[in-house]
C-alpha cells in the first residue's frame, strides 16, 4: 500500500494538501466562474468592482491555505487585510475632529465610513460569499443542488444576454463534481476505514472511476444536436421586467419580423408623424461613445402635435440656422431663460458603426456647448456641413450628393444640466408666454378626456414641477412596457395619446414620450417631443470619469424618445416617463456653492448616494458604535467564556450538575457519540463491555486504560448497587474530556489529509 501510495504523484500532492484546502481551492474556482459570468452580463459594476472582488476571494483563499490556526484569529484577519484593500481602493483619507455632540459622532462615522462606498460591501460580500460557499459544499446533496442550480443560471444567462458562458458552466460543472467526490471520499474514510485502506491500496481503481465518470458527462453534451432557444432575447428581458409584460415561455413569436418592404420598424429613422405600430428589436450597433459620463444621447426636438405624431413647427422650419465655428461654443436661444441652471461638463467621442447610416443631426447629451473635432474636420467645415439651431437644439448636418458623408467620428462637449428639484419648485410660469405658444399647441381634435386627465393629476399640485412629477409617475406605474401594443386603429379614438391611455393602455417609449408632452401642455407647462438614443451598454471597465472615460455600444433597439418640459429660470429640463427606463441625471442634493457659484456635490441619478427619510448622523452613530460595541462584547464573552464561568459561577452556560450516577451514564453516552464522528458505530445490541473489547482487539493505544476505567465507572452505575460518588461521576468527566482532546490532537495532525493510512496505532479501528 505505501509504494502504490507513495508511487502516485497526485496522491502525495492531494494528501499535502488536504480535505479542507481542496475544497477551499475548488470553491475559490467556483465563484470565480460566477463572478466573470456576473460582471460579463451587468458590466456597469465597472472594473473596479471586479478587480476588488478578484482580489478578495484570492486573499481568502491564501489564508485559507494556511497552516491550521484559530477559526475566529483567522476571519478577524482575513476582515483587516480586505478592509486595507479597500482603503487603498477608494483613496481614503481619515476625517478627524473635535466630538462635542452626538451629531459630531454621526458626522466622523458618516465621513469616513461612506469614503469606502460601495468598495466596501463588494469585498464584504465576496468574503461573506467564500465562507458561506466553502460550508454548503462539505456536503453531497448541497454541492450537487448548488452545482445543478448555478448551471441552469448560466444557462439562462447564456440563452437571454449577448455573453457567450458555455465555459463558465463547463468549469462549474467540473468544479461541483470535484466537489462531490471529495465529500464522499471524506465521508468513506470517517465512516469506514476498512473501506478507505482498501481504496488506498488500489487508487488506480479509483481514478478509473473517476475518468469513467466524467467521459460519461462530458462527452454526452458534445453529442446532444443543437436547440433553438426557447427565451426571448435581453432586450426583452432586460427592458421589460418591471412589468412583465414581456412575452409567455412557450408564445414567443419571432423577435425580428421583416416587414414587406424588407424593412424593420426599429431605429432611429421611423417615421415621427405617424407613430405607433410594433417596435422590432436589432442589436445592430449603431455607433460607439467614449464619455466622461453615461446619459441619453440627444438628437432631434418636435414640437407639433398632430394627433397622430410629430412634426417640426412653422416657426421650427423658419428657424435660423448658424453655420458652426470650429472649436466656437454654441449660443443659446434669448427666448429661454436660464440664469437659475448650474451645469457639468460632459465630454464625448463619437464612433460611427454603420458606414451607410447617414443622419441629420450630430448626437451628444443636452444641451451640446460646442464641437470639438470631426473626422476629415477641415473639409467638413470648409463645407459648411454644420449648422446649429439654437431654438431647438440641434447640431444639423448635410450631406452633399457624392461629396462628404456622414462624418464617422466626432468629439462634443455639453453642459448637462444639474437638476434641482427644490428650485424647480418654485419656478414661476413664462415670462413671455407667446413665445412658447408652440410649445402648448394641441390639436382641437383632441378628445375631453385627455385634458380632464390632465387637471385631474394636477389639482393637488402646488407647482408646475410637482405636477410634472405626477403625470411622470402615472405613465411609469399605470402602463405596461411592450414592444408589441395593440394597433390603435382597433379603438375608436382617432388620437394617438388618447388611444394609448384609455384603450391601448401599453406601448414602447414613443406612446410614454407623447402621452408626457401632450399631459403636460394640457396642464398648462410647455413641452417638447425628443428623439435619440438611450446609453447604451456600457462595454468598458469603468463607469465613466474624467480622467478614465466609458465606453457604450448603442444599437438600433437603443433608439429611444423623451419629453422635455420648459421651467422659467432653468430652461428644457428632461423627464423620462417610460416604465422600466431611468434616464441618468445630475442632481443637485444640499449642494455648496464655491467661489464660481458652482455646485460642489453633484450625484448623478442611477449612482447616487441616496439618504433615507429621516436620516440622522447622531441615531446612525449611536447605532455603528453601538452594534460595533455589542459585538466586541460577544466575542470577548465567547473567547473567555471558561474562565468566566469559574470566576462568575451564576453566569455559567453549563448545565447544572447531574446526580453522579447519572451523570456516570450520560459521560459513557458521549464518549459513543464521539466514537460514531470518529467512524465507528456500536451495535444497538452492544453492550458497554462488548464495545470497549472490540476497541481493545484492534490494537489500538488511543484510549488504553481509560477506556476501561469508564468501563468499570459505567457498569457500577447502571448494574451495582453501591452510591456512585461525586468523585466518580467528576472523574467519568475528566476521562470523556482527556478521550475528546487525544482524538482532537490526532484529527488535527490529520487535518491536511484525506487520505490517512488506517493501519496505524493512532486510528480507530472500524467496525468488523
Known amino acids: 500500500m505505501d509504494k502504490t501510495i507513495k508511487g502516485s504523484m497526485g496522491f502525495r500532492l492531494i494528501r499535502y494538501v488536504g480535505e479542507r484546502r481542496l475544497r477551499a481551492l475548488l470553491s475559490f474556482f467556483f465563484l470565480r466562474q460566477c463572478v466573470l459570468a456576473l460582471f460579463a452580463e451587468f458590466p456597469w459594476w465597472g472594473g473596479q468592482a471586479n478587480d476588488l472582488v478578484n482580489w478578495s ?67 464584504l460580500g465576496s468574503w461573506i460569499a467564500f465562507l458561506f460557499f466553502n460550508w454548503w459544499m462539505k456536503a453531497r446533496w448541497r454541492a450537487g443542488l448548488a452545482t445543478l442550480g448555478t448551471v441552469l443560471v448560466l444557462a439562462i444567462w447564456d440563452a437571454a444576454g449577448s455573453g457567450d458562458l458555455w465555459q463558465e458552466a463547463v468549469l462549474v460543472v467540473l468544479c461541483g463534481l470535484l466537489l462531490i467526490i471529495i465529500s464522499q471520499l471524506a465521508r468513506i474514510r470517517r465512516r469506514n476505514p476498512a473501506a478507505w485502506a482498501g481504496i488506498m491500496e488500489q487508487p488506480s481503481a479509483l481514478l478509473l472511476t473517476l475518468g469513467i465518470l466524467a467521459v460519461a458527462v462530458v462527452v454526452p453534451g458534445f453529442l446532444m444536436p443543437a436547440v433553438q432557444p426557447l427565451i426571448p432575447e435581453r432586450q426583452l428581458v432586460y427592458k421589460y421586467s418591471e412589468d412583465g409584460s414581456a412575452p409567455a415561455y412557450g408564445q414567443i413569436s419571432p423577435l425580428r419580423e421583416e416587414k414587406e418592404d424588407g424593412e424593420t420598424n426599429s431605429g432611429y429613422n421611423r417615421q415621427d408623424d405617424q407613430l405607433g405600430g410594433d417596435f422590432e428589436t436589432d442589436d445592430t450597433p449603431v455607433f460607439r461613445v467614449t464619455s466622461t459620463q453615461q446619459s441619453y444621447w440627444r438628437g432631434e426636438t418636435l414640437s407639433y402635435y398632430t394627433g397622430e405624431g410629430w412634426e417640426k413647427s412653422a416657426v421650427d422650419l423658419q428657424a435660423n440656422l448658424i453655420p458652426i465655428v470650429p472649436g466656437g461654443q454654441l449660443a443659446g436661444d434669448p427666448r429661454f431663460h436660464t440664469e437659475l441652471l448650474q451645469t457639468a461638463a460632459v465630454r464625448q467621442t463619437f464612433q460611427m458603426l454603420e458606414a451607410n447610416e447617414a443622419y441629420s443631426v450630430l448626437f451628444g447629451a443636452y444641451p451640446m456647448g460646442r464641437i470639438v473635432s470631426l473626422e476629415d474636420g477641415t473639409e467638413a467645415w470648409d463645407e459648411g456641413r454644420l449648422h446649429w439651431s439654437a431654438r431647438q437644439g440641434e447640431v444639423r448636418w448635410s450631406s452633399s450628393p457624392g461629396g462628404t458623408a456622414y462624418p464617422q467620428s466626432y468629439t462634443v462637449e455639453s453642459e448637462v444640466p444639474v437638476v434641482d428639484p427644490e428650485g424647480l419648485k418654485k419656478a414661476s410660469p413664462p415670462a413671455q408666454p407667446a413665445d412658447f405658444s408652440e410649445y402648448l399647441q394641441l390639436p382641437e381634435t383632441i378628445p375631453e378626456r385627455v385634458r380632464l386627465l390632465a387637471e385631474e393629476l394636477a389639482a393637488q399640485s402646488a407647482s408646475a414641477y410637482e405636477t410634472a412629477e405626477k403625470l411622470r409617475q402615472y405613465l411609469r406605474v399605470t402602463y405596461p412596457y411592450t414592444t408589441r401594443p395593440q394597433s390603435a386603429a382597433e379603438g375608436g ?112 441619478e442611477t449612482q447616487a448616494r441616496q439618504e433615507p427619510a429621516g436620516w440622522n448622523k447622531g441615531r446612525v452613530a449611536v447605532a455603528v458604535i453601538g452594534g460595533a460595541g455589542i459585538l466586541v462584547l460577544l466575542l470577548a464573552a465567547w473567547l473567555l467564556r471558561r474562565r468566566m464561568a469559574e470566576a462568575f459561577p451564576l453566569l455559567s452556560l453549563r448545565r447544572r450538575e447531574k446526580e453522579p450516577r447519572r451523570q456516570v451514564a450520560a459521560e459513557y453516552h458521549r464518549f459513543v457519540r464521539l466514537l460514531k464522528k470518529a467512524g465507528t458505530r456500536p451495535e444497538q445490541n452492544e453492550t458497554a463491555r462488548e464495545v470497549i473489547e472490540r476497541l481493545e482487539s484492534g490494537g489500538t493505544s488511543l484510549f488504553g486504560p481509560a477506556a476501561q476505567e469508564l468501563l468499570e465507572l459505567f457498569e457500577r452505575a447502571q448494574y451495582s448497587d453501591r452510591q456512585v460518588t461525586a468523585e466518580e461521576g467528576a472523574r467519568a468527566v475528566s476521562i470523556v474530556n482527556e478521550m475528546k482532546k487525544r482524538m482532537q490532537q490526532i484529527h488535527r495532525s490529520r487535518r491536511g489529509s484525506i487520505w490517512t493510512d488506517s493501519g496505524k496505532t493512532e486510528d480507530i479501528p472500524g467496525k468488523g
Open 57 to 123: 476571494l484570492l486573499i481568502v483563499l491564501v489564508m485559507e491555505m494556511l497552516p491550521m490556526v484559530n477559526a475566529w484569529l483567522l476571519r478577524c484577519a482575513q476582515m483587516v487585510l480586505l478592509l486595507l484593500i479597500v482603503i487603498a481602493a477608494s483613496n481614503y483619507r481619515p476625517v478627524w475632529f473635535a466630538l462635542d455632540t452626538l451629531d459630531d459622532w454621526g458626522n466622523l462615522v458618516y465621513e469616513n465610513f461612506w469614503q469606502l462606498h460601495p468598495l466596501i460591501w463588494f469585498a
Open 493 to 604: 379614438s382617432g388620437d394617438f395619446v388618447d388611444a394609448f391611455l384609455f384603450e391601448i393602455k401599453e406601448g414602447y417609449s414613443d406612446y410614454y414620450s407623447t402621452a408626457m408632452a401632450v399631459l403636460s401642455r394640457a396642464a398648462g407647462i410647455p413641452s417638447r417631443w425628443v428623439k435619440g438614443y438611450a446609453t447604451g451598454e456600457l462595454s468598458s471597465a469603468t463607469l465613466g470619469s474624467a480622467s478614465e472615460p466609458a465606453v457604450f455600444t448603442v444599437t438600433r433597439s437603443d433608439a429611444h424618445s423623451w419629453t422635455e418640459l420648459y421651467f422659467e429660470g432653468y430652461g428644457w429640463i428632461p423627464f423620462e416617463a417610460t416604465a422600466g427606463f431611468e434616464m441618468p441625471l445630475f442632481l443637485r442634493q444640499n449642494a455648496v456653492e464655491d467661489e464660481d457659484g458652482l455646485a460642489v456635490e453633484l450625484l448623478e
